[in-house]
Structures are given as structure tokens and as C-alpha cells.
T-cell receptor
């Protein structure tokens, strides 16, 4: 099915562990994004990518790593998870100035 | 001044009421504008784009006021199912597809 999918939907991990959140889109959109959403902060951009092999930092990139070897995939890695990274993570994609399509989110809890 | 500001609400209205939200933005060069709807614990979904000439989709009307730098969303004949958080998003223009999101306005429609 066409769309944007995130996995896993829920994840509990321990402080210090490496965690990778997956994002896959089937539209071949050029742009892909990672946001985190926390109460009191709204959506905050972590990283974005304008095309394969092109990534750039957003507002809150520290502690995160991304890659985009293929247009359709944009994984987000927490290198050493901290409790402050407990959040809901949304991936999104777009092709032009017609607005985003978001994935259904990953709820990450770091204990 | 924050780049994009919204009244967090909640706006508590009875079914059938008309309700309007505003979203102010600080970058006068902003080029494109959007409204998203986000249900509790779900991803934001694009509701409508906001054009200079205004945009209407059924009970929903979005308008842009460049002089005062705000966009608005009007919902007529509110339904219980309209209860959600409404996020505005503003693209800075200049070829950037990286919008800034407001923190959202919560709407509760009650019987």
C-alpha cells in the first residue's frame, strides 16, 4: 500500500542503549523529516533530508543520527538513549509546498 | 516573538456553533500556509492549504491576512467529530519546504 510507515509503533528501551526508528515512504518524495512531539513544545524538527544522501540538522539534532541511502527510507538512530528522549516521534515526507504527510508515529520510552 | 503562535485553548463550543482560530507568524516573507488536524495520540493530518484568495472546503474556511500576518480557520456547524487539536504551519519561502509549526489550538465540541 502506498503511504508512509513507521516502525516500531511502541518502544521501551534502557538509558544508554542504541535505538533505531524506521521510516519508509512509497511515494518517492524528495523531502523527509523527523519530528519529536512533547507536551509544551509542540512539533520540533530533529533532522530532515532533501534527497538521498543529503541530510541536515533541524532544531533539536543533538543525540540523534540519520541516514538516507535510499529515497524511500529515512531511519533515525538514538546513539545512546537518554530519558529526555522519551517522546513521540513522527516521520513525514513531502514533495513540494503542498504540505506534509506524517507517519503514525513511534512512542518511545527510555527508562 | 515566536515565529508561529497559536492560542492553545481549549475552545469549548456546543455542537452547531461556529468557531474560529487564528495563527500569527513573524516572517513577513512566508510563502505558504497550512492547517493540520491532530487527534489525540495520532499523527497530524493535512486539513487544508491557505491561499491568498482564501480556501473553503465544506464547513471549513481558511483565510490569509498578509498585512496583519495571520491565518485563520473557521469551522461552521461544529460536529462532535471536529474535536481535535488544530496546528498551523508556515513555510518561510525562498525554496524552503521546512515549515514552522504552531503548538496547536485545542477544540472541544460538546453536545
Amino acid at each position: 500500500d502506498a503511504g508512509i510507515t513507521q516502525s516500531p509503533r511502541y518502544k521501551i528501551t534502557e538509558t544508554g542503549r542504541q535505538v533505531t526508528l524506521m521510516c519508509h515512504q512509497t511515494w518517492s518524495h524528495s523531502y523527509m523529516f523527523w519530528y519529536r512531539q512533547d507536551l509544551g513544545h509542540g512539533l520540533r524538527l530533529i533532522y530532515y533530508s532533501a534527497a538521498a544522501d543529503i541530510t541536515d540538522k533541524g532544531e533539536v539534532p543533538d543525540g540523534y543520527v540519520v541516514s538516507r541511502s535510499k529515497t524511500e527510507n529515512f531511519p533515525l538512530t538514538l546513539e545512546s538513549a537518554t530519558r529526555s528522549q522519551t517522546s513521540v516521534y513522527f516521520c513525514a515526507s513531502s514533495e513540494s509546498e503542498v504540505g506534509y504527510t506524517f507517519g503514525s508515529g513511534t512512542r518511545l520510552t527510555v527508562v | 516573538r515566536k515565529e508561529v503562535e497559536q492560542d492553545p485553548g481549549p475552545f469549548n463550543v456546543p455542537e452547531g456553533a461556529t468557531v474560529a482560530f487564528n495563527c500569527t507568524y513573524s516572517n513577513s516573507a512566508s510563502q505558504s500556509f497550512f492547517w493540520y488536524r491532530q487527534d489525540c495520540r495520532k499523527e497530524p493530518k493535512l486539513l487544508m492549504s491557505v491561499y491568498s484568495s482564501g480556501n473553503e472546503d465544506g464547513r471549513f474556511t481558511a483565510q490569509l491576512n498578509r498585512a496583519s500576518q495571520y491565518i485563520s480557520l473557521l469551522i461552521r456547524d461544529s460536529k462532535l467529530s471536529d474535536s481535535a487539536t488544530y496546528l498551523c504551519a508556515v513555510n518561510p519561502g525562498g525554496g524552503s519546504y521546512i515549515p514552522t509549526f504552531g503548538r496547536g489550538t485545542s477544540l472541544i465540541v460538546h453536545p
